[in-house]
């Protein structure tokens, strides 16, 4: 059973709790684990990762890559493919990029062990970047990086917008996050 523990540790978000939880219900509710079987075997039949943008592919079909209607002059550059995955359900229609992680000295990540040199090659001076990676200190190293990196590469470099979300209370909100929000205020 330990050795069930450990597999199931491995996968992002399961703590030990929580695979020991898994494991007796699956040997207490038996008729589970077939409709887990057919989870992860459709999983690794239908699901893939795009070799351009580092999504995934359905079906050999990546959502951003292979969408005509996509503005392929505007990159998205996130973290992980949950991030493109929510700026896939948003109303943004340009292209994405998945650097699979952020730039962390602290646990040996740089930019190598990052996405990072397939990004600058399909990047160009008609390629606007679109920055939309975490508000934390590994976001903005890896930000800063890239934005530096692209300059005289890409014609324009953005960041995605900071301040206060939607259904936000001034009196709970952080300053810094206030001022981000005052700064980046926009006309009405």
């Known amino acids: 059973m330990e050795k069930m523990i450990e597999e199931l540790k491995k996968l ?5 709790k929580t695979a020991e939880k898994i494991i007796f219900d699956l040997i207490i509710n038996k008729e589970k684990i077939s409709s887990l079987e057919e989870i992860i075997k459709k999983i690794k039949e239908t ?18 890559c292979e969408n005509k209607n996509r503005n392929e002059k505007i990159i998205c550059v996130v973290s992980t493919k949950l991030d493109a995955l929510k700026i896939l359900d948003s109303n943004y229609n340009g292209m994405i990029h998945v650097l699979n992680g952020e730039i962390n000295l602290n646990k040996n990540i740089g930019p190598e062990k990052l996405k990072m040199s397939e990004l600058f090659v399909r990047i160009n001076k008609g390629i606007e ?43 709970y909100i952080d300053q810094e996050t206030l001022n981000d929000a005052i700064i980046n205020r926009k006309k009405m």
């Open 129 to 171: 970047l679109l920055l939309a990676l975490n508000l934390t200190f590994e976001g903005e190293v890896t930000s800063n990086y890239i934005a530096n990196k692209a300059k005289g590469i890409s014609e324009k470099i953005s960041r995605i917008a900071r301040g206060i979300p939607l259904g936000g209370v001034i009196d």
């Open 47 to 64: 699901y893939s990762e795009c070799e351009k943008c580092f999504f995934f592919k359905e079906n050999n079909i990546c959502s951003f």
């Open 12 to 16: 992002d978000g399961i703590s030990k």
